[in-house]
């Protein structure tokens, strides 16, 4: 009895002590957002202090480190990142969705050849395909600095990620399950809206975080590819977040707080179905 109280108690500290690790840089970056530059720089650090907002309001006033009188419109950049990054995952899980189960119900030549044709479009780095698609860009499309452009690149990157793995999900579900809605009258788009996506709810949610993850955190082809009107936060915060003084590190941590809000968010409302993971359906093979 002991020696499995013993145990316990060290399978206990371990998983405290690796948690931390992971926990207090975002508890830091946190707390500093709350802090007056004083505090920031206190030796020792202050975890007790009295929060300012102060920080916040600057992130929406702050001038730019070009020294320009334009100020930083970090509301905008916020919707630009909003905006791209959920256009972009929606688009990528209509299509894909639909691809995947058209690739795994439908039997045809070549079939696998086409599945590693369109996993291998992500093999290539993002760095070795950015001057190629910067002048397509900007001498055959003319989509720089669009909002358009900026949708379609994020969705073809995103596509072939959700086709691999919602053709895993839609290979658990039995065939039957749909032959048999087919059999009460359903069309096989219906059959594929109304009985086989319900089942697979947890990797659409699974799919939708990820995809969101890549958008939401891109920086090189935001970097290449848009300009002051479509500009995402990751690039304005890397061009506005070094000033004459240095780093304001007070509000560079109240930028990645408020960043970060928008994904924890969907995260956490799709929370009860990627704890389910691989277990959704009713009906396994």
């Known amino acids: 009895m002991r020696r499995s109280r013993a145990r316990n108690g060290v399978r206990i500290a371990v998983i405290l002590a690796v948690t931390s ?15 007056t530059r004083l505090d920031i720089f206190a030796v020792p650090p202050k975890f007790l202090f ?6 916040f309001a600057r992130v929406f006033s702050r001038a730019t480190a070009e020294g320009g009188a334009e100020s930083t419109n970090f509301t905008r950049y916020f919707l630009n990142s909003l905006g791209l990054s959920f256009t972009s995952v929606l688009l990528a899980l209509v299509i894909g969705t639909m691809g995947a189960y058209s690739v795994s119900r439908f039997a045809f030549r070549h079939r696998d050849f ?4 369109i996993l ?3 093999m ?8 190629p ?7 055959l499309l003319h989509l720089m600095d669009t909002y358009t452009g900026m949708v379609l690149l994020y969705t073809a990157f995103n596509l072939p990620f959700v086709i691999w793995m919602m053709k895993s999900f839609f290979d658990e579900i039995p065939p039957e399950i749909e032959e048999a809605a087919q059999v009460d009258g359903s069309s096989r788009f219906r059959a594929f809206y109304k009985t086989a996506l319900p089942q697979v709810k947890a990797g659409v949610a699974g799919t939708v975080v990820i995809s969101l993850l890549f958008t939401w955190n891109e920086f090189l082809f935001a970097l290449m590819l848009t300009g002051p009107r479509t500009r ?4 304005a915060l890397a061009r506005t977040l070094q000033g004459e003084r240095g780093v304001d590190w007070g509000v560079l941590a109240a930028i990645e ?12 409302s799709l929370q009860k179905y990627l704890l389910r993971g691989l277990t959704f359906g009713a009906v396994r093979r």
């Open 21 to 35: 690790i992971y926990v207090f840089p975002i508890l830091w970056v946190v707390l500093t957002a709350f802090k």
């Open 50 to 55: 009295t929060p300012t907002m102060e920080n």
């Open 114 to 117: 086409v599945m590693f044709s």
């Open 120 to 122: 291998s479009t992500r």
């Open 124 to 131: 290539l780095p993002a760095i070795a395909a950015i001057i």
């Open 133 to 139: 698609i910067y002048l397509m860009f900007s001498k």
């Open 232 to 235: 995402t936060v990751p690039v």
């Open 257 to 268: 707080t408020l960043y970060v809000l928008p994904v924890l968010i969907v995260a956490m």
